[in-house]
Each structure stands twice: as structure tokens, then as C-alpha cells.
């Protein structure tokens, strides 16, 4: 079955730096899309960035650009979040999701994901 497992997340210091990782299994991986959204307590899920098939193509919310970078190592089905200049209000849940739809390069909808890690924390502290 697929899966996607997320790892690296944990607590830093505002204005530092964190990767995370999400190993995906059971699907042919380059022939998705992925995706990175993210849950704080109390908020919706929101979109974070996301990236075609082989990485040539990013989108990112206006919250996060300029400080993270979305990429991918199809060689081991391996999709990265580079957060850089951390803010406390960074702290979520991180979900990485895979999704193929027809037209469609990479998205920032939930809806069009088809698969779901369970998420990493990340804490920033003030």
C-alpha cells in the first residue's frame, strides 16, 4: 500500500533552520506531484509549497516564500522541506501529500492529493 512517512521534524530556535523529509513507498513516485501543508492547533490545514513531478516547477504560500524551499530526489522517493528564518508562527504539524491529476503540474488544494503522510511536529520557540 502507499505510504508516506515523514521525519525531521522537532523544536529550534526562531531564526534557525530545519529540513524535513518524506519517504514515499508504494507508488511510482514520479509520477506525482507533492505537496507540503501544515496544521497548527486551533487552524485548518493550510498549504505550504509543493512541486511537479521532477521538481522543474515550484508554488509556495506567501507566508513561507523566500525562507523555505520545496525539493525532490526521485532516485529515492524522497520529497524535502528546507525551512530557513523560522518564526514562532511556523510551529504545525508538517504533512507532506502525494497527488496526480490530469492538467495539473502541482497544486496548493488539498482536494487534489491523494495520499497523506501523518505528519511531523515542528515547534519554533521565541
Known amino acids: 500500500q502507499v505510504q508516506l512517512v515523514e521525519s525531521g521534524g522537532g523544536l529550534v530556535q526562531a531564526g534557525g533552520s530545519l529540513r524535513v523529509s518524506c519517504a514515499a513507498s508504494?507508488?511510482?513516485?514520479?509520477?506525482?506531484?507533492m505537496g507540503w501543508f501544515r496544521q497548527a492547533p486551533g487552524k485548518e490545514r493550510e498549504f505550504v509549497a509543493a512541486l511537479n513531478w521532477n521538481g522543474g516547477v515550484t508554488g509556495y504560500a506567501d507566508s513561507v516564500k523566500g525562507r523555505f524551499t520545496i525539493s525532490r530526489d526521485n532516485a529515492v522517493n524522497t520529497v524535502y522541506l528546507r525551512m530557513n528564518s523560522l518564526k514562532p508562527e511556523d510551529t504545525a504539524v508538517y504533512y507532506c501529500?502525494?497527488?496526480?491529476?490530469?492538467?495539473?503540474?502541482?497544486?496548493?488544494?488539498?482536494?487534489?492529493?491523494?495520499?497523506w503522510g501523518q505528519g511531523t511536529q515542528v515547534t519554533v520557540s521565541s
Open positions: 508504494g507508488l511510482t513516485f514520479s509520477s506525482y506531484y
Open positions: 501529500a502525494a497527488g496526480i491529476q490530469y492538467g495539473r503540474a502541482w497544486s496548493d488544494q488539498a482536494s487534489t492529493y491523494n495520499y
